[in-house]
């Protein structure tokens, strides 16, 4: 049975240039080139970006677990590494809605994050990494200079998305207040570590780790 879609001219937003029943085309896409913004530019640098976020996941996972006799580094560290997950989830469903995907490859997916890897900053050989040249020092700062690469990738796509596309530009500045206090986090803790000098940051324990104040999803199931 067909359904007719009753347009009227007194419901200015009811039609546009898109035809009825099309789902070949995104009213949602539309209107941010109406604005200047193409779409498809946008969805590629968030997929750059979500790929970073995947990455730096992946990679303070490694750094956490060699942070040994630093309970502290390595709680702060899990909040960061949590919250870069969640950064990503955030964002993945609007690549979709930009009308683009996520590559299939995942190694093409690391190749195209915005941002270097946060390696293990000793050399890795077959048998592993060489932990005598590792320091916290040394992790520390892979960690800061990881989220500095961070604060400038969103503050990117906050600058494209202000005042033309308002769901983006929400997901990237929440995204970006997370990212300029774990980079404040670091900067704190390799002062003291490194310099020995005291300089405050704002960290609190998170109410679990990763929580995720600002970019978190509202909560379906545990894994959001």
């Not at 093409?108 to 050399?123: I, K, N, Q, T």
Request: proline share 5%; hydrophobic share 35%; net charge negative.
């Amino acid at each position: 049975m067909a359904v007719h879609w009753c347009m009227s001219d007194d419901k200015p937003h009811a039609a546009g240039n898109v035809d009825t029943g099309d789902t070949s085309e995104r009213v949602g896409m539309a209107v941010l080139r109406e604005r200047g913004l193409e779409p498809e530019e946008l969805r590629e640098k968030l997929i750059d970006a979500i790929g970073a976020e995947f990455t730096t996941y992946y990679y303070y996972t490694n750094l956490r677990m060699h942070l040994a006799g630093h309970e502290d580094y390595k709680e702060i560290t899990e909040d960061a590494r949590l919250e870069d997950r969640a950064h990503f989830e955030l964002v993945a469903p609007r690549v979709y809605e930009l009308g683009g995907s996520l590559p299939n490859d995942i190694r093409e997916f690391a190749d195209r994050a915005s941002c270097p890897d946060a390696e293990l900053p000793v050399p890795y050989e077959t048998e592993g990494p060489e932990l005598d040249e590792l320091s916290a020092e040394a992790i520390l700062e892979v960690l800061l200079e990881a989220e500095r690469c961070a604060i400038r990738t969103w503050s990117e796509i906050c600058d494209m998305t202000h005042g033309v596309d308002p769901r983006t530009y929400d997901m990237a500045q929440r995204i970006l207040q997370e990212e300029v206090e774990h980079e404040a986090w670091f900067v704190e803790l390799l002062s003291m570590e490194r310099d020995g000098e005291i300089n405050p940051a704002g960290h609190f324990v998170r109410g679990e780790p990763g929580d995720a104040p600002y970019s978190t999803n509202r909560r379906f199931n545990d894994s959001a």
